[in-house]
Protein backbone atom coordinates (compact mmCIF):
# COMPACT_ATOMS: atom_id res chain seq x y z
CA UNK A 1 0.00 0.00 0.00
CA UNK A 2 1.25 3.85 -0.77
CA UNK A 3 0.87 6.81 0.53
CA UNK A 4 0.88 10.28 -1.09
CA UNK A 5 1.05 13.97 1.00
CA UNK A 6 0.70 17.07 0.01
CA UNK A 7 1.31 19.49 3.26
CA UNK A 8 0.16 23.60 2.78
CA UNK A 9 1.00 26.17 5.69
CA UNK A 10 3.46 25.83 8.80
CA UNK A 11 5.93 24.04 10.75
CA UNK A 12 3.58 22.51 12.81
CA UNK A 13 1.62 21.02 9.65
CA UNK A 14 5.13 19.96 8.21
CA UNK A 15 5.37 18.16 11.88
CA UNK A 16 1.76 16.93 11.83
CA UNK A 17 2.70 15.22 8.59
CA UNK A 18 5.73 13.26 9.60
CA UNK A 19 3.77 12.06 13.10
CA UNK A 20 1.27 10.84 10.16
CA UNK A 21 3.60 9.36 8.21
CA UNK A 22 5.20 7.09 10.98
CA UNK A 23 1.91 5.61 11.51
CA UNK A 24 1.74 4.55 7.49
CA UNK A 25 5.73 2.96 7.71
CA UNK A 26 4.59 1.47 11.25
CA UNK A 27 1.60 -0.39 8.83
CA UNK A 28 4.23 -0.94 6.56
CA UNK A 29 2.81 1.77 3.68
CA UNK A 30 4.97 2.92 1.48
CA UNK A 31 5.52 6.60 -0.08
CA UNK A 32 4.32 6.73 -3.86
CA UNK A 33 6.42 9.54 -5.93
CA UNK A 34 2.96 10.95 -6.60
CA UNK A 35 -0.82 10.67 -6.13
CA UNK A 36 -1.22 8.79 -9.84
CA UNK A 37 0.82 6.16 -7.73
CA UNK A 38 -0.96 6.13 -4.73
CA UNK A 39 -3.94 4.00 -2.85
CA UNK A 40 -4.14 7.11 0.03
CA UNK A 41 -3.59 10.72 -0.79
CA UNK A 42 -3.65 12.83 2.38
CA UNK A 43 -3.73 17.22 2.04
CA UNK A 44 -3.04 18.30 5.32
CA UNK A 45 -4.42 22.17 4.82
CA UNK A 46 -3.83 25.52 5.82
CA UNK A 47 -6.35 27.81 7.18
CA UNK A 48 -4.08 31.10 8.02
CA UNK A 49 -4.91 32.69 4.20
CA UNK A 50 -7.89 32.72 2.28
CA UNK A 51 -5.31 32.03 -0.86
CA UNK A 52 -3.86 29.07 1.26
CA UNK A 53 -7.58 27.55 1.59
CA UNK A 54 -8.41 28.18 -2.32
CA UNK A 55 -5.34 26.44 -3.51
CA UNK A 56 -5.75 23.48 -1.01
CA UNK A 57 -9.17 23.13 -2.70
CA UNK A 58 -8.20 23.53 -6.01
CA UNK A 59 -5.96 20.62 -5.01
CA UNK A 60 -8.92 18.77 -3.36
CA UNK A 61 -10.84 18.92 -7.12
CA UNK A 62 -7.88 17.58 -8.81
CA UNK A 63 -7.68 14.80 -6.66
CA UNK A 64 -11.24 13.95 -6.55
CA UNK A 65 -11.15 14.09 -10.57
CA UNK A 66 -8.33 11.48 -10.17
CA UNK A 67 -10.04 9.21 -7.41
CA UNK A 68 -13.42 8.96 -10.57
CA UNK A 69 -10.42 8.30 -13.17
CA UNK A 70 -8.76 5.53 -11.11
CA UNK A 71 -12.47 4.24 -9.82
CA UNK A 72 -13.46 3.55 -13.65
CA UNK A 73 -10.10 0.76 -13.60
CA UNK A 74 -11.44 -0.23 -10.57
CA UNK A 75 -8.62 0.78 -8.46
CA UNK A 76 -9.57 2.69 -5.43
CA UNK A 77 -8.22 6.54 -4.16
CA UNK A 78 -8.72 7.12 -0.66
CA UNK A 79 -8.57 10.72 -0.34
CA UNK A 80 -7.79 12.65 3.35
CA UNK A 81 -8.53 16.25 3.53
CA UNK A 82 -6.34 17.55 7.32
CA UNK A 83 -5.33 20.08 8.87
CA UNK A 84 -6.81 23.15 9.91
CA UNK A 85 -8.96 24.01 6.89
CA UNK A 86 -10.41 20.41 7.50
CA UNK A 87 -11.34 21.48 11.03
CA UNK A 88 -12.46 24.88 10.06
CA UNK A 89 -14.50 23.86 7.03
CA UNK A 90 -15.43 19.91 7.88
CA UNK A 91 -18.43 18.58 6.52
CA UNK A 92 -18.02 20.69 3.49
CA UNK A 93 -15.44 18.99 2.52
CA UNK A 94 -17.02 15.58 3.08
CA UNK A 95 -19.94 17.04 0.99
CA UNK A 96 -17.16 18.16 -2.02
CA UNK A 97 -16.36 14.04 -2.41
CA UNK A 98 -13.30 13.76 0.29
CA UNK A 99 -13.42 10.33 2.02
CA UNK A 100 -12.72 11.53 5.50
CA UNK A 101 -12.12 14.88 6.93
CA UNK A 102 -9.61 14.90 9.95
CA UNK A 103 -9.45 18.08 11.94
CA UNK A 104 -6.12 19.01 14.08
CA UNK A 105 -7.78 17.53 17.32
CA UNK A 106 -8.84 14.23 15.13
CA UNK A 107 -5.91 12.50 15.07
CA UNK A 108 -6.39 9.53 16.97
CA UNK A 109 -8.55 8.09 13.97
CA UNK A 110 -6.16 7.64 11.49
CA UNK A 111 -5.64 3.83 11.75
CA UNK A 112 -8.96 3.31 11.42
CA UNK A 113 -9.13 5.74 8.30
CA UNK A 114 -6.37 3.48 7.06
CA UNK A 115 -7.86 -0.04 8.00
CA UNK A 116 -10.72 1.18 5.46
CA UNK A 117 -8.32 2.51 3.23
CA UNK A 118 -6.53 -1.11 3.15
CA UNK A 119 -10.18 -2.63 2.83
CA UNK A 120 -11.52 -0.79 0.08
CA UNK A 121 -8.10 -0.88 -1.72
CA UNK A 122 -8.54 -4.54 -1.58
CA UNK A 123 -12.74 -4.81 -2.68
CA UNK A 124 -11.83 -1.70 -4.80
CA UNK A 125 -14.86 0.36 -3.93
CA UNK A 126 -15.91 2.39 -1.57
CA UNK A 127 -18.07 0.64 -0.14
CA UNK A 128 -15.91 -0.39 2.89
CA UNK A 129 -16.15 2.90 4.02
CA UNK A 130 -17.95 3.47 7.37
CA UNK A 131 -18.15 6.64 9.52
CA UNK A 132 -15.50 7.53 11.86
CA UNK A 133 -16.94 7.21 15.04
CA UNK A 134 -18.47 10.96 16.43
CA UNK A 135 -16.38 12.12 19.23
CA UNK A 136 -15.26 15.34 20.93
CA UNK A 137 -11.75 14.49 20.02
CA UNK A 138 -9.20 15.99 22.73
CA UNK A 139 -5.84 17.05 20.80
CA UNK A 140 -2.83 14.10 21.69
CA UNK A 141 0.45 14.70 20.60
CA UNK A 142 2.10 12.27 18.58
CA UNK A 143 5.16 10.45 20.15
CA UNK A 144 7.65 11.48 17.31
CA UNK A 145 7.73 13.56 14.88
CA UNK A 146 10.39 12.14 12.31
CA UNK A 147 10.93 11.82 9.21
CA UNK A 148 13.38 8.89 8.81
CA UNK A 149 16.32 10.63 7.02
CA UNK A 150 16.79 14.20 8.16
CA UNK A 151 19.03 15.82 9.94
CA UNK A 152 16.69 18.45 10.77
CA UNK A 153 13.86 17.90 13.06
CA UNK A 154 10.32 19.66 14.74
CA UNK A 155 9.03 19.12 18.32
CA UNK A 156 5.93 20.23 19.10
CA UNK A 157 5.70 20.92 22.67
CA UNK A 158 2.78 23.19 22.78
CA UNK A 159 -0.67 23.59 20.63
CA UNK A 160 -3.29 26.11 20.16
CA UNK A 161 -2.98 29.48 21.12
CA UNK A 162 -4.97 32.01 22.90
CA UNK A 163 -3.94 34.84 21.73
CA UNK A 164 -6.49 35.89 19.40
CA UNK A 165 -4.64 38.41 17.34
CA UNK A 166 -7.32 40.29 15.64
CA UNK A 167 -6.38 39.11 11.86
CA UNK A 168 -5.37 35.07 13.02
CA UNK A 169 -7.70 32.48 12.27
CA UNK A 170 -5.55 29.94 14.28
CA UNK A 171 -7.19 30.10 17.98
CA UNK A 172 -10.29 29.12 16.05
CA UNK A 173 -9.58 26.17 14.51
CA UNK A 174 -6.57 24.85 17.06
CA UNK A 175 -8.16 25.71 20.05
CA UNK A 176 -6.60 27.05 23.12
CA UNK A 177 -3.08 26.20 24.57
CA UNK A 178 -2.45 22.73 25.37
CA UNK A 179 1.48 21.97 26.62
CA UNK A 180 3.29 18.67 26.00
CA UNK A 181 4.48 16.56 28.57
CA UNK A 182 8.51 17.57 28.82
CA UNK A 183 8.79 13.68 30.07
CA UNK A 184 7.64 13.14 26.34
CA UNK A 185 9.64 15.89 24.69
CA UNK A 186 12.65 14.62 25.99
CA UNK A 187 11.94 10.76 25.18
CA UNK A 188 11.84 12.20 21.55
CA UNK A 189 14.81 14.56 22.16
CA UNK A 190 17.12 11.14 22.79
CA UNK A 191 14.82 9.53 20.13
CA UNK A 192 15.56 11.97 16.83
CA UNK A 193 19.54 11.71 18.22
CA UNK A 194 19.31 8.06 18.19
CA UNK A 195 18.44 8.17 13.94
CA UNK A 196 20.59 10.93 13.08
CA UNK A 197 19.23 14.29 13.52
CA UNK A 198 21.75 16.92 14.16
CA UNK A 199 19.22 20.02 14.76
CA UNK A 200 15.76 20.52 16.48
CA UNK A 201 13.10 23.30 16.80
CA UNK A 202 10.71 23.36 19.70
CA UNK A 203 7.65 24.11 17.84
CA UNK A 204 4.29 26.33 19.00
CA UNK A 205 1.92 28.67 18.16
CA UNK A 206 3.49 30.58 21.17
CA UNK A 207 6.36 29.11 22.62
CA UNK A 208 7.15 31.52 25.83
CA UNK A 209 3.77 30.39 27.10
CA UNK A 210 4.78 26.76 27.90
CA UNK A 211 3.13 25.81 31.19
CA UNK A 212 3.70 22.25 33.19
CA UNK A 213 1.77 21.19 36.18
CA UNK A 214 3.54 17.86 37.27
CA UNK A 215 1.64 15.41 39.52
CA UNK A 216 3.65 16.47 42.35
CA UNK A 217 2.63 20.72 41.52
CA UNK A 218 5.82 21.10 40.29
CA UNK A 219 6.05 23.53 37.67
CA UNK A 220 7.33 23.94 34.48
CA UNK A 221 7.85 27.44 32.03
CA UNK A 222 9.66 27.75 28.81
CA UNK A 223 13.37 28.79 30.28
CA UNK A 224 12.69 25.69 32.39
CA UNK A 225 11.54 23.77 29.51
CA UNK A 226 15.06 25.07 27.66
CA UNK A 227 17.54 24.12 30.49
CA UNK A 228 16.06 20.22 30.29
CA UNK A 229 16.48 20.27 26.42
CA UNK A 230 20.03 21.32 26.50
CA UNK A 231 20.60 18.74 29.16
CA UNK A 232 19.06 15.98 27.02
CA UNK A 233 20.88 17.04 23.95
CA UNK A 234 23.90 17.03 25.49
CA UNK A 235 23.87 13.07 25.63
CA UNK A 236 22.59 12.81 22.08
CA UNK A 237 24.63 14.08 18.77
CA UNK A 238 21.72 16.73 18.44
CA UNK A 239 23.88 20.14 18.13
CA UNK A 240 21.56 22.89 17.91
CA UNK A 241 18.34 23.73 19.21
CA UNK A 242 15.63 26.54 17.53
CA UNK A 243 12.11 27.39 18.93
CA UNK A 244 9.95 28.81 16.72
CA UNK A 245 7.27 30.90 17.26
CA UNK A 246 8.52 33.61 19.91
CA UNK A 247 5.71 36.07 20.77
CA UNK A 248 7.27 39.37 21.84
CA UNK A 249 5.02 39.79 24.67
CA UNK A 250 5.79 36.68 26.47
CA UNK A 251 9.22 36.25 25.45
CA UNK A 252 11.13 36.57 29.16
CA UNK A 253 14.63 37.85 30.16
CA UNK A 254 14.90 34.08 31.78
CA UNK A 255 14.65 33.16 28.40
CA UNK A 256 17.50 35.29 27.21
CA UNK A 257 19.37 34.14 29.96
CA UNK A 258 19.23 30.40 29.40
CA UNK A 259 20.12 31.00 25.64
CA UNK A 260 23.10 32.86 26.77
CA UNK A 261 24.21 30.03 28.97
CA UNK A 262 23.80 27.71 26.66
CA UNK A 263 25.85 27.72 23.17
CA UNK A 264 23.62 24.45 21.88
CA UNK A 265 20.73 27.33 21.81
CA UNK A 266 21.29 29.02 18.12
CA UNK A 267 22.28 32.54 17.30
CA UNK A 268 19.16 33.04 15.13
CA UNK A 269 15.66 34.55 16.76
CA UNK A 270 12.68 34.44 14.36
CA UNK A 271 10.74 37.21 16.19
CA UNK A 272 7.29 38.07 15.07
CA UNK A 273 6.80 41.69 14.93
CA UNK A 274 4.02 41.95 12.46
CA UNK A 275 4.27 45.99 12.28
CA UNK A 276 5.83 49.08 13.36
CA UNK A 277 2.79 51.49 14.24
CA UNK A 278 1.59 51.12 17.78
CA UNK A 279 -2.11 52.32 16.93
CA UNK A 280 -1.71 49.10 14.42
CA UNK A 281 -0.10 46.49 16.82
CA UNK A 282 -3.18 48.08 19.20
CA UNK A 283 -6.04 47.01 16.27
CA UNK A 284 -3.53 44.05 15.75
CA UNK A 285 -4.50 43.04 19.71
CA UNK A 286 -0.77 42.28 19.40
CA UNK A 287 -0.58 43.52 22.71
CA UNK A 288 3.56 44.84 22.97
CA UNK A 289 4.33 48.21 21.83
CA UNK A 290 7.20 49.19 19.10
CA UNK A 291 8.95 50.57 22.10
CA UNK A 292 8.45 46.87 23.64
CA UNK A 293 9.48 45.31 20.73
CA UNK A 294 12.95 47.65 20.33
CA UNK A 295 13.71 47.02 23.94
CA UNK A 296 13.63 43.62 23.55
CA UNK A 297 15.84 43.15 20.93
CA UNK A 298 18.61 45.03 22.30
CA UNK A 299 18.25 42.92 25.56
CA UNK A 300 18.58 39.73 22.96
CA UNK A 301 21.58 41.73 20.83
CA UNK A 302 23.39 42.66 24.08
CA UNK A 303 23.25 39.06 25.93
CA UNK A 304 23.87 37.06 22.46
CA UNK A 305 26.31 39.41 20.65
CA UNK A 306 25.69 38.22 16.48
CA UNK A 307 22.63 37.17 17.22
CA UNK A 308 20.46 37.50 13.86
CA UNK A 309 17.04 38.28 13.96
CA UNK A 310 14.12 37.70 11.44
CA UNK A 311 10.63 38.68 11.33
CA UNK A 312 7.06 38.42 9.72
CA UNK A 313 5.49 42.30 8.95
CA UNK A 314 1.88 42.30 7.40
CA UNK A 315 0.96 45.72 6.06
CA UNK A 316 -2.22 47.42 4.86
CA UNK A 317 -4.47 45.96 8.25
CA UNK A 318 -7.37 48.24 7.75
CA UNK A 319 -6.81 52.10 8.70
CA UNK A 320 -3.12 52.03 8.18
CA UNK A 321 -1.78 55.18 7.46
CA UNK A 322 1.13 56.49 5.43
CA UNK A 323 2.44 57.29 9.12
CA UNK A 324 1.84 53.94 10.22
CA UNK A 325 3.77 52.27 7.45
CA UNK A 326 6.60 54.60 7.94
CA UNK A 327 6.92 53.78 11.70
CA UNK A 328 7.07 50.15 10.40
CA UNK A 329 10.19 50.85 7.97
CA UNK A 330 11.51 52.96 10.77
CA UNK A 331 11.81 49.82 12.75
CA UNK A 332 12.53 47.98 10.48
CA UNK A 333 15.88 50.11 9.90
CA UNK A 334 16.39 50.14 13.71
CA UNK A 335 16.39 46.38 14.01
CA UNK A 336 17.80 45.13 10.70
CA UNK A 337 16.21 41.80 10.27
CA UNK A 338 18.25 39.22 8.32
CA UNK A 339 15.07 38.32 6.38
CA UNK A 340 11.16 38.45 6.92
CA UNK A 341 8.29 36.68 5.91
CA UNK A 342 5.94 39.87 4.43
CA UNK A 343 2.33 39.39 3.70
CA UNK A 344 -0.43 42.44 3.25
CA UNK A 345 -3.74 42.22 4.85
CA UNK A 346 -6.27 39.61 3.65
CA UNK A 347 -9.65 39.40 5.65
CA UNK A 348 -10.18 36.17 7.18
CA UNK A 349 -14.19 35.55 7.94
CA UNK A 350 -14.31 34.06 11.77
CA UNK A 351 -11.83 37.08 12.88
CA UNK A 352 -12.45 39.91 14.77
CA UNK A 353 -10.22 42.13 11.98
CA UNK A 354 -12.35 40.97 9.46
CA UNK A 355 -15.07 43.45 10.06
CA UNK A 356 -13.03 46.37 10.71
CA UNK A 357 -13.84 49.48 8.72
CA UNK A 358 -11.02 51.61 6.68
CA UNK A 359 -9.72 48.54 4.69
CA UNK A 360 -6.93 49.71 2.84
CA UNK A 361 -7.29 49.76 -1.42
CA UNK A 362 -5.80 46.07 -3.15
CA UNK A 363 -3.42 48.89 -5.04
CA UNK A 364 -1.90 50.45 -2.59
CA UNK A 365 -1.65 47.67 0.24
CA UNK A 366 0.56 45.82 -2.52
CA UNK A 367 2.21 49.34 -3.34
CA UNK A 368 3.05 49.02 0.33
CA UNK A 369 4.11 45.97 0.64
CA UNK A 370 6.59 46.73 -2.33
CA UNK A 371 8.48 48.93 -0.09
CA UNK A 372 8.70 46.76 2.81
CA UNK A 373 9.99 44.04 0.77
CA UNK A 374 12.14 46.37 -1.02
CA UNK A 375 14.06 48.11 2.15
CA UNK A 376 14.37 44.31 3.92
CA UNK A 377 16.31 43.36 0.23
CA UNK A 378 18.09 45.92 1.18
CA UNK A 379 19.17 44.77 4.57
CA UNK A 380 19.84 41.42 3.92
CA UNK A 381 22.39 41.87 1.64
CA UNK A 382 24.13 44.43 3.84
CA UNK A 383 24.18 41.67 6.45
CA UNK A 384 25.30 39.47 4.59
CA UNK A 385 27.91 41.64 3.14
CA UNK A 386 29.26 42.50 6.43
CA UNK A 387 29.60 39.06 6.96
CA UNK A 388 31.71 38.20 4.44
CA UNK A 389 35.37 36.76 5.74
CA UNK A 390 34.08 35.54 8.95
CA UNK A 391 34.08 32.02 10.32
CA UNK A 392 30.87 29.95 11.02
CA UNK A 393 30.18 26.58 12.16
CA UNK A 394 27.11 25.33 9.35
CA UNK A 395 25.49 21.79 9.14
CA UNK A 396 26.11 19.96 5.99
CA UNK A 397 22.61 19.52 4.83
CA UNK A 398 22.84 17.95 1.09
CA UNK A 399 24.29 18.09 -2.29
CA UNK A 400 24.60 21.85 -4.36
CA UNK A 401 22.05 21.33 -7.17
CA UNK A 402 24.44 23.55 -9.16
CA UNK A 403 27.67 21.50 -8.95
CA UNK A 404 28.12 18.22 -7.71
CA UNK A 405 30.86 18.77 -6.44
CA UNK A 406 30.10 21.53 -3.53
CA UNK A 407 28.07 21.15 -0.35
CA UNK A 408 25.55 23.27 1.03
CA UNK A 409 25.62 24.00 5.02
CA UNK A 410 23.38 25.90 6.95
CA UNK A 411 24.59 28.32 9.71
CA UNK A 412 23.23 28.86 12.78
CA UNK A 413 22.39 32.20 12.23
CA UNK A 414 20.55 30.41 9.31
CA UNK A 415 22.74 31.68 6.33
CA UNK A 416 22.83 29.38 3.66
CA UNK A 417 26.21 28.31 2.59
CA UNK A 418 28.04 26.42 -0.04
CA UNK A 419 31.82 24.94 0.04
CA UNK A 420 33.54 22.43 -1.84
CA UNK A 421 33.17 19.10 -0.44
CA UNK A 422 32.37 15.24 -0.53
CA UNK A 423 28.46 13.76 -0.10
CA UNK A 424 30.21 11.83 2.80
CA UNK A 425 30.13 14.98 5.00
CA UNK A 426 26.26 15.62 4.82
CA UNK A 427 25.15 15.87 8.58
CA UNK A 428 28.36 16.67 9.96
CA UNK A 429 29.40 20.04 11.14
CA UNK A 430 31.71 21.98 8.99
CA UNK A 431 33.91 25.63 9.91
CA UNK A 432 33.57 27.54 7.14
CA UNK A 433 35.04 31.16 6.16
CA UNK A 434 32.42 33.00 4.65
CA UNK A 435 34.76 34.13 1.56
CA UNK A 436 32.21 35.78 -1.22
CA UNK A 437 28.09 36.24 -2.09
CA UNK A 438 26.28 34.39 -4.69
CA UNK A 439 22.93 35.97 -4.40
CA UNK A 440 22.11 35.05 -0.61
CA UNK A 441 24.31 31.87 -0.20
CA UNK A 442 27.96 32.59 0.77
CA UNK A 443 30.54 30.84 -1.29
CA UNK A 444 32.54 29.60 2.02
CA UNK A 445 35.99 27.34 2.34
CA UNK A 446 36.16 24.73 4.91
CA UNK A 447 38.77 25.28 7.44
CA UNK A 448 40.79 22.71 7.87
CA UNK A 449 41.11 21.18 11.09
CA UNK A 450 43.85 22.27 13.61
CA UNK A 451 46.68 19.26 13.92
CA UNK A 452 48.10 18.67 17.23
S1 LIG B 1 -0.02 34.49 18.40
FE1 LIG B 1 -1.51 35.64 17.17
S2 LIG B 1 -0.78 35.31 15.05
FE2 LIG B 1 0.19 33.73 16.30
S3 LIG B 1 -1.19 31.95 16.18
FE3 LIG B 1 -1.78 33.09 18.03
S4 LIG B 1 -3.42 34.46 17.35
FE4 LIG B 1 -2.36 33.73 15.49
Redesign the pocket.
Known sequence: MTYFFETYGCQMNVAESAALKAVLAERGWSAAPDGEAADLVLINTCAVRRTAEERALGRLAQLLALKKKRAARGRFLTVVAAGCMAQRMGEELKERGADYVMGTAARSVFPLILEQAERSAVSGSSLELSPLPVENPVFAFASSHLEEGNLRSFIPIMHG?N???SY?I??YVRGREVSRDPAAIMREIRLLGEHGVREITLLG??VNTYRWEGDDGGRLNFPGLLRMAAAAVEKTPIKWVRFL?A?PKDFSRETIQVMAEHPVFCRHLHL?VQHGSNDVLKAMNRRYTREQYLELTEEIRKALPGISLSTDILVGFPGETEEDLEQTLDLMNRVRFLYSYMYHFNPREGTAACSLPNRIDEGLKRRRLGRVIALQKVHTLELLRERIGSRALALVEGISRKNADELVARTERDEMAVFPGKASRIGSFAEVTLASLRGNTFRAAEVPPKEC
Open positions: CNFCCVPQNSNC
